[in-house]
């Protein structure tokens, strides 16, 4: 199939970007996005212009490098995939793509497709974990955790922190990412003991990293390729009630 | 040269007890005057990191994914072995020792898988600890199901997510170091040179991926976790990053690169579909708990419809040819079997290059929904790329690379020849010989990071003088200009062929003659083929952009380059190892029936090559494996 591209071309995080037209000639339906994007970029190094950067690395869907906006959608019109795992058999011949990187204030833009995600980290790295050494800790069977507990903490620890949620929302909230890993600590024993703490940290790392707050637009569940239910904002905002008695 | 492993003596249980104990310390007060560079935040880089931050080394982490997050441990699906003996089924630290240990084909060192077993019920304890999700029976116990080569039930699970959930812990564990102001991380980074002083390793090169500017760091020790080496068959089940360089710029400092021969090819990956393909996609080997493999039984049926081949014309030819570990057989048995089955012309799938993975019987038994429950990430992920049901049809399959059991040689400090260099998880040669057993590269990864280099780096650091060498002296301005030169050079060539074409090139000559199944014939070939591509390469190989910016082209390059020298010693290996054992098949080297032929006469040894320069050949030096608590057995799985 043949398709006609709009991709986002930007140099560095303080230049000016805009859309170039690009063709992408017999693809193969059973190849990757991705995939069709490494053609392109064959083509265009043939004619001497520098490729499309895009950041991908496993290309299985659970990295969580990847990642651009397609004709508006995060990671594109498949439900719960990731770029790298969208196949071309979801698109028709004749088809125009318009590829974007992720839109938000705390994700600069590297490099045309490619953003800066640090502000991800820093969320975590405000809590968003057991304060446990390594060392001798208890033997593992001794913290018994009903099943429905474990399978909800799996859940939400299944987030990939592609950042996508982020890309989707009108305010640029990375309140489903923040609000996974609070759920996925929150309700096993070994993390319940610093959730209060976690929930404070985590969400005021997570303003103070430029990121909006969370009305409810439930778009980020609509885009998360890991299905993560906005379910775990709920039980964040519970969280928080609970902090603040202590 | 002979090398000594120094692996401690005495009865092997107490080994690494006595170890632990003979080994110095560091004073909890100098701790922070010590700076450890770990490159790499994958299991055990991760693990490592966090773990000597916690104790108060002043530790820089690096990786050139944009998050600590993202190594490709994280891919792995299946599970993680620990000989907890839950299930009472007869499981114990001796014979994970043991499985592990027949499992490799004894090319592993029999104190280094010791002390991988003993520490295997630690790391679920740690995990635990951290809030890693396994899964769970009903009673809130731990659950636990079997993998290929064994015949416990000793593997724990995420769902088909264990890598994620297990690396997520460790990243997570990272973090709060980093907040803690013990842990700096450089992510978007990428080693480009180990800076060597006298001998010693002193700190590194790197060049930051957004920039393009090249840095240097100096560290009182410098620790490697950065993985393993399989792309250079380009198509491979490893992420698009993963590569040799940082291995092989030890090497090219005088680091040994020990048994670059064993690599797995893992059976259950989804087959390839066309030359788009940029890489292959591993299914969980637990599928094999309830997946069985089969082949039509003549090829005229092999054109037909799953559906269409009645029971009795299918060829469940794991179960006919190993009956007492059927379809668990190890991975390097299983994809072998899977090979001659499609040699034999009765492959199915594009290319006849597949067999089917077949869970009609385990649906019968226990139900679809149960089956999803265990599988349903794998089976999600099967329909995305292959736009099949794998409910309704089976599974089709076929080996493709995964995992390298060679890597740096280490001692059983995990300390590199070169003083002051250590080695972890995947990039390391010690502890799965020449075939890895399923469920064994987390716990490795884990049990180095969490509780091998914590001690045994210590150990090194009592005898330096914390920040003797910095970066201010000349071998690092040196190491700097090299690395630039070098990157000025990629750039220069101005050819007229792509850096992924070179690749693919070396992909297929990797793939057909060091592959699967090597001969002195094939092997011989590749290495006249191999120098003549490299020549190509640095004649006509085309980067586009800039070197002072963000350019994914040239990290190709630069990848690329460093598997093209590397390539000719795994290579070299192969043809030196005249023998078959695990992973390392030498198609001169096998019994009437089509098993792997071992010489332990003259091949019980893990073999490390000295890197001489280009156009020179490496040279060998031997480390003879000794077998004290394990005889060494012909490795039957009938």
Redesign the interface.
């Known amino acids: 199939m043949d398709l006609t591209l709009y991709v986002w071309r930007q140099n560095g995080p303080e230049e000016k970007g805009k859309l170039e037209q690009y063709a992408a000639k017999n693809v193969s339906p059973d190849s990757s996005f991705l995939e069709m994007l490494d053609e392109v970029n064959e083509e265009l190094i043939g004619e001497g212009i520098d490729p499309i950067e895009f950041d991908n690395d496993c290309r299985e869907g659970i990295c969580g490098t990847c990642g651009c906006v397609v004709n508006g959608v995060p990671h594109g019109p498949q439900e719960k995939t990731t770029a790298c795992q969208l196949h071309m058999r979801q698109f028709s011949d004749g088809d125009s793509l318009t590829l974007e990187p992720w839109r938000a204030k705390a994700f600069p833009v590297i490099k045309d497709l490619a953003v800066d995600r640090d502000a991800l980290d820093k969320i975590i790295q405000a809590g968003g974990y057991t304060s446990a050494y390594t060392g001798e800790v208890g033997e593992a069977n001794q913290t018994l955790i009903s099943k429905p507990d474990a399978d909800y903490s799996m859940d939400a620890a299944a987030c990939i922190g592609c950042g996508a949620c982020v890309a989707a929302c009108p305010n640029g909230s990375a309140m489903l990412f923040t609000s996974a890993k609070i759920a996925q600590m929150a309700v096993l024993p070994q993390g319940a003991i610093e959730a209060a703490e976690r929930v404070n940290s985590m969400t005021e790392a997570m303003l103070d990293a430029g990121f909006g707050n969370c009305t409810n637009h439930y778009e980020c569940e609509a885009a998360c390729p890991q299905g993560i239910s906005v379910k775990f904002i709920a039980k964040t905002n519970r969280e928080y009630v609970k902090a603040l008695a202590k | 040269m002979i090398l000594d492993g120094k692996c401690p003596t005495g009865p092997i249980e107490k080994t690494w007890d006595k170890h632990c104990f003979d080994m110095k310390l560091v004073n909890p007060a100098n701790k922070r005057k010590y700076k450890i560079l770990m490159v790499g935040t994958g299991l055990a880089g991760g693990?490592g990191a966090?773990?000597l931050g916690?104790l108060g080394y002043a530790v820089e982490a690096f990786c050139y994914?944009?998050?600590?997050?993202?190594?490709?441990s994280?891919?792995a699906q299946g599970g993680i072995n620990a000989a907890?003996n839950?299930h009472n089924d007869g499981d114990s630290v001796f014979r994970l020792f043991y499985d592990t240990i027949k499992g490799g084909d004894f090319r592993a060192r029999e104190a280094d898988v010791w002390r991988l077993a003993q520490v295997s019920n630690?790391i679920?304890?740690?995990?635990?600890?951290?809030?890693v999700?396994?899964?769970?029976?009903?009673?809130?116990?731990?659950s636990n199901r079997s993998f290929g080569g064994a015949q416990v039930s000793r593997t724990f699970y995420?769902?088909g997510?264990t890598g994620?959930?297990l690396l997520?812990g460790a990243?997570?564990?990272l973090?709060?170091q980093?907040?803690a102001g013990t842990v700096k991380?450089h992510?978007r980074t990428e080693m480009v040179d180990l800076v060597v002083v006298d001998g010693v390793a002193k700190g590194i090169t790197v060049r930051n991926l957004?920039s393009g500017e090249m840095e240097s760091h100096w560290g009182d020790a410098v620790v490697l976790a950065t993985g393993g080496y399989v792309n250079v068959f380009y198509l491979s089940t490893n992420?698009?990053?993963c590569s040799v360089t940082a291995a092989w710029k030890a090497c090219r400092k005088g680091a040994f690169m020990a048994n670059p021969c064993y690599t797995q090819i893992h059976p259950t990956c989804i087959p390839q579909?066309?030359d788009?393909?940029?890489?292959l996609?591993?299914m969980s080997e637990s599928l094999r708990n309830d997946g069985r493999c089969w082949v039509p039984k003549r090829k005229e049926d092999c054109e037909k419809t799953a559906s269409e081949i009645a029971e009795g014309d299918r060829d469940y030819y794991l179960e006919r040819k190993y009956p007492s570990f059927g379809n668990l057989a190890p991975r390097d048995i299983a994809s072998r079997a899977a090979k001659e089955q499609c040699d034999d012309e009765r492959g199915v799938g594009p290319g006849k290059r597949g067999v089917y993975l077949d869970f009609q019987s385990s649906i019968d038994r226990v139900g679809e929904d149960l089956i999803r429950e265990r599988y349903g990430n794998l089976f999600?992920?099967y329909e995305?790329?292959t736009?099949e049901n794998a409910y309704k049809q089976p599974m089709r399959i076929y080996p493709a690379p995964h995992y390298s059991m060679g890597g740096l040689w280490v001692d059983y400090n995990c300390m590199s020849n070169i003083p002051g260099l250590f080695v972890l998880g995947e990039a390391n040669f010690s502890v799965h010989g020449a075939n890895r057993l399923g469920a064994s590269a987390l716990m490795q990864g884990l049990a180095d990071g969490?509780?091998v280099i914590?001690y045994t780096i210590g150990h090194y650091l009592a005898g330096v003088t914390p920040g003797e060498v910095t970066d201010e002296h000349a071998e690092f301005a040196k190491s700097r200009e090299e690395a630039q030169a070098r990157i000025d050079k990629l750039m220069n060539v101005n050819g007229k062929r792509?850096v992924?074409?070179f690749h693919r090139a070396l992909g297929k000559i990797m793939w057909e003659n060091v592959g699967m199944a090597r001969s002195e014939k094939s092997l011989n070939f590749a290495l006249k083929e191999i120098p003549a591509l490299r020549e190509e390469f640095w004649q006509n190989v085309?980067v586009?952009?800039k070197s002072d910016?963000?350019?994914?082209?040239l990290e190709d390059a630069g990848r690329v380059a460093d598997f093209l020298e590397f390539a000719e010693v795994m290579a070299t290996d192969a043809l030196h190892r005249k023998e078959s054992c695990g992973g390392h098949f030498r198609t001169e080297f096998q019994t009437d029936d089509g098993e792997a032929m071992r010489d332990d006469e003259n091949f019980c040894y893990a073999a490390a090559w000295e890197y001489k320069g280009e156009g020179k050949a490496p040279e060998l030096h031997k480390e003879p494996l000794k077998f004290e608590n394990v005889k060494l057995a012909v490795r039957s799985y009938k």
């Open positions: 693990a966090a773990t916690e994914q944009d998050s600590a997050r993202r190594a490709h994280i891919a907890k839950y630690n679920i304890d740690q995990c635990v600890a951290q809030g999700p396994f899964a769970r029976e009903y009673s809130g116990l731990l995420a769902r997510q994620q959930q997520l990243y997570q564990a973090s709060r980093v907040k991380l992510p957004v992420a698009m990053g579909s066309g788009h393909q940029s890489k996609t591993l999600e992920m995305k790329i736009d969490y509780f914590p792509s992924s074409s085309k586009t952009g910016q963000r350019n994914g082209q």
